[in-house]
Nanobody, 126 residues
């Protein structure tokens, strides 16, 4: 079992920055693919970013590429999402997710993740 807890959400203005953090416990963190997803009201959950066990491979949704950066600290068991130049369309609940699969290949599909956090709200006003 893996427990995930997100933090860092809030209300910001367009153009601002925000950093989300996810703390993991319960399993060897360094062997988990970690990802961030988001879900806006009335929309399906969508992929944001993910990274491999040591963070050497990172993938991003086109909508956030160049503005968001995912990173991890395997000593602290955390994964962060640095978000810059936020836009109103970034408003959503952001979820941290963990994939305990044996392959070290980050996935864009939510079905590839085994554990999810409760989510943290990010609201970007125009």
């Amino acid at each position: 079992q893996v427990q995930l807890e997100e933090s860092g959400g809030g209300l910001v203005q367009a153009g601002d920055s925000l950093r989300l953090s996810c703390a993991a416990s319960g399993r060897t963190f360094s062997r988990l693919i970690m990802g961030w997803f988001r879900q806006a009201p009335g929309k399906e959950r969508e992929f944001v970013a993910a990274l491999s066990w040591r963070g050497r491979t990172k993938i991003y949704a086109d909508s956030v590429k160049g503005r968001f950066t995912i990173s991890r600290d395997n000593d602290k068991n955390t994964v962060d999402l640095q978000m810059k130049n936020l836009k109103p369309e970034d408003t959503a609940v952001y979820y941290c997710a963990a994939d305990e699969g044996v392959t070290n290949i980050p996935s864009r599909g939510s079905m590839g993740y085994d554990y999810w956090g409760q989510g943290t709200q990010v609201t970007v006003s125009s």
